[in-house]
C-alpha cells in the first residue's frame, strides 16, 4: 500500500506534514508513548491503531488528522492511497541492493540450462546493462559444480584403489584387470537407465556411480575366488571356471539382489523428496543389473582368456603377469 501525502491539499486543510506522518506511523506500526521499566529491563510503550480500522485502504483513507485548529480531517483527503505492486523486501549484499531472480528447472539438466542461460545473458543482457551492475551465479548450481569437480577426482581415484586392491591381494594385474571389467558395463548399464527413464545426471546419481563401482568390482571378485580354489585343486580351466561359478552363484546373486531389491521401490518413488534418492536408486539398481549379467556370463569368458592357469603360476608365470 502506497501512501503519498500531497502537500498543496495539506496547506488548504491547515494540516502539518508531522501530524500526517505521525497518524500514518501510529496506524500502520505503533508509536512508542512511554517506557516500561522491569528492573535493569525496559520496554516501549507503543500505541496503535485498531486492526479492525486498517481492514482495507478505504478505512485507512477515513482516519482524522487534526489541524492547527483542532478540526478533524481524513487522511484520504490530504493523501493518495493506492496499492501497487513492488518489493515488499529489499536485500542486500556488502551494503548493495540485491535483485534475485529464481527458476525452477524441468525437463532438462540443470548444468546445459546454467550454460544456456549464461550463454545468452552475455549476448542479449549484459551489453544493455547498466553501468554499476554485477551479476552472480548461485543456488544449487553451485553445489553442483562443487560435485562435478570433486567427481572428475573421486571417482578415478575410487577406481584406482580398488584397482590397487585387487593387484595387491591376488598378486595379479591380469586378474586385477579382468575384475575391473564389470565396472565399465555396470556404468554402461547406469547410465543407459537414467537415459530411457528420461533423468539427468546429478549429484545424486553421481554417489550412485561411486557405489556401483564398488559393489561390481565386489562381485566379480566372488567369482574369481571360486574358480581359483577349483584351480589349487587340480582341475582344468574350463571346469574351474564352470565349477567356480556354480559354486559361488548363490552367493553373488544374494550379494546383487540384495542391493538391487532394497532400491527398486525407491527408483520408481514419486513422493515428495524422491527427486534425490530417484536418480541414485535407478544408477544402483540397473548399473548393477547389468554387472551381474556381464558378472555371469561375460566375465569368466575373459578369465578363460586372458589369466593362465594357477598352476602355471605357481611355477614362475605369476612374475610375468606381475610384469604387465
Not at 501525502?5 to 496506524?27: E, F, G, K, P, S
Not at 553501468?131 to 544449487?140: D, L, S
Request: glycine share 8%; aromatic share 10%; net charge neutral.
Amino acid at each position: 500500500m502506497k501512501i503519498e501525502l500531497d502537500r498543496r491539499l495539506c496547506a488548504r486543510h491547515n494540516v502539518t506534514i508531522d501530524d500526517v506522518v505521525q497518524v500514518i506511523n501510529v496506524a500502520m506500526g505503533g508509536e512508542p508513548i512511554g517506557t516500561l521499566y522491569e528492573g535493569e529491563r525496559r520496554f516501549d510503550i507503543a500505541t496503535r491503531f485498531d486492526r479492525a480500522t486498517m481492514a482495507s485502504p478505504q478505512a485507512i483513507g477515513r482516519l482524522p488528522v487534526f489541524n492547527e485548529n483542532s478540526v478533524p480531517i481524513l487522511l484520504e483527503q490530504v493523501t493518495n492511497i493506492s496499492v501497487v505492486d513492488g518489493q515488499t523486501t529489499i536485500s542486500r549484499t556488502d551494503s548493495r541492493r540485491r535483485l534475485t531472480i529464481r527458476t525452477n528447472i524441468t525437463g532438462r539438466d540443470e548444468g546445459g540450462f546454467v550454460a544456456e542461460a549464461q550463454r545468452r545473458f552475455e549476448q542479449e543482457i549484459k551489453p544493455n546493462m547498466p553501468p554499476g551492475y554485477q551479476e552472480a551465479w548461485c543456488g544449487m548450481y553451485e553445489n553442483l559444480e562443487r560435485a562435478y569437480y570433486h567427481f572428475m577426482l573421486i571417482i578415478p581415484v575410487t577406481v584406482g584403489i580398488i584397482f590397487l586392491m585387487l593387484a595387491f591381494s591376488f598378486g595379479s594385474l591380469r586378474a586385477a584387470c579382468v575384475l575391473l571389467l564389470p565396472i565399465p558395463f555396470a556404468f554402461a548399464a547406469g547410465a543407459l537407465a537414467l537415459y530411457l527413464r528420461d533423468m539427468n545426471m546429478n549429484v545424486a546419481a553421481g554417489v550412485g556411480f561411486a557405489t556401483l563401482f564398488g559393489i561390481a568390482a565386489m562381485d566379480g571378485v566372488l567369482m574369481y575366488k571360486g574358480i581359483h580354489g577349483y584351480l589349487k585343486k587340480g582341475f582344468s580351466v574350463e571346469e574351474s571356471v564352470i565349477r567356480g561359478r556354480i559354486d559361488l552363484l548363490r552367493l553373488s546373486l544374494m550379494v546383487s539382489f540384495v542391493a538391487i531389491l532394497g532400491l527398486l521401490p525407491a527408483s520408481f518413488a514419486t513422493a515428495l523428496g524422491s527427486d534425490v534418492q530417484r536418480p541414485l536408486a535407478t544408477v544402483i539398481v540397473w548399473g548393477l543389473t547389468g554387472s551381474t549379467l556381464f558378472t555371469l556370463f561375460v566375465t569368466p569368458v575373459f578369465y578363460r582368456i586372458f589369466l593362465k592357469p594357477l598352476s602355471q603360476a605357481m611355477e614362475g608365470d605369476d612374475d610375468t603377469s606381475m610384469g604387465m
